[in-house]
């Protein structure tokens, strides 16, 4: 059993959690994730780490609610327990040779890109940082970012903060200006990602994108999370989550997502329909 140590709402449906586990704290490193389960019954879910600390040995986790394991999670209150946190799980990011890199991170995918990017501006590389949302309510870590930034860029696809319009215009003035980047590392939604690499090809910058597709053990026998990468078939839980993103096949991911999407909203739907029954 793993203690919540803390809890708080980043925004009406992203929630941050600090979780005891010493042994996963000790040894983690930006990129990796982990599976949980809530409790004895519960599925098998992957959530990158978004923190951690050696010394306390808590773990931090960031979620989005969109399914019924993550709405069952949102219901656990700090001091309580979750069942399973194993990790660290997968390959680390790598961020040797860098010395100027631009992190773009979409949604929910800033919890990933931000122990990242956190880590190379610790390490010295010049970091030029992009997040993007779709409506100033769901921002995330803004002020996280902006401490450990060279360059920060906001959008919102409405306007509503920052600068109008995607993560692809800001990357397409810096790219376009010549800064030299190194490498760029994308961390969001598929179909951003896809763009970011399109951008990226257009200027010839190698970029980095970390695949987080449905997953049941982690360590690449179940097959879930398979991907296609330079024509051959990948497993995101072993051989990622990290891939060079000219090489992804992002139409055939996005295409093997929507398979689940009935089944996740079902699941949400469940999950609140049984925490309503449990308040009344």
Do not use: W
Request: glycine fraction near 10%; charge should be neutral.
């Amino acid at each position: 059993m793993f203690k919540i140590v803390s809890k708080k709402f980043l925004n009406s449906t992203v929630v941050m959690m600090d979780i005891l586990a010493p042994d996963v704290a000790d040894k983690a490193q930006p990129g990796q994730f982990i599976i949980l389960r809530v409790d004895d019954e519960g599925e098998r879910i992957p959530l990158t780490i978004a923190g951690y600390n050696r010394e306390s040995g808590l773990v931090k986790i960031i979620f989005q609610v969109v399914g019924g394991t993550t709405e069952q999670l949102k219901h656990k209150n700090e001091g309580e327990f979750i069942q399973d946190f194993v990790g660290p799980l997968g390959m680390p990011t790598d961020l040797s040779g860098i010395k100027s890199a631009c992190v773009i991170g979409g949604g929910v995918g800033c919890a990933i890109a931000f122990p990242v990017e956190k880590k190379m501006f610790e390490m010295g590389v010049d970091v030029t940082s992009i997040i993007g949302f779709r409506t100033k309510d769901l921002i995330i870590l803004e002020n996280e970012f902006k401490r450990s930034s060279n360059q920060f860029c906001l959008t919102t696809d409405d306007g509503s903060a920052g600068e109008m319009g995607n993560v692809c215009v800001p990357l397409e003035r810096l790219l376009a200006s010549g800064k030299k980047i190194d490498k760029i590392f994308a961390i969001g939604p598929l179909v951003m990602m896809k763009y970011v690499v399109l951008t990226a090809k257009k200027y010839g910058v190698p970029c980095v994108v970390s695949m987080n597709p449905i997953m049941i053990d982690g360590t690449g026998m179940c097959g879930c999370c398979r991907l296609m990468v330079d024509g051959q078939m990948r497993f995101a839980c072993v051989d990622g989550p990290d891939f060079d993103g000219y090489k992804v096949d992002f139409d055939e991911m996005i295409k093997r997502n929507r398979i689940y999407s009935d089944f996740e909203r079902h699941a949400y739907e469940k999950a609140c329909n049984l925490f309503k029954k449990e308040v009344k």
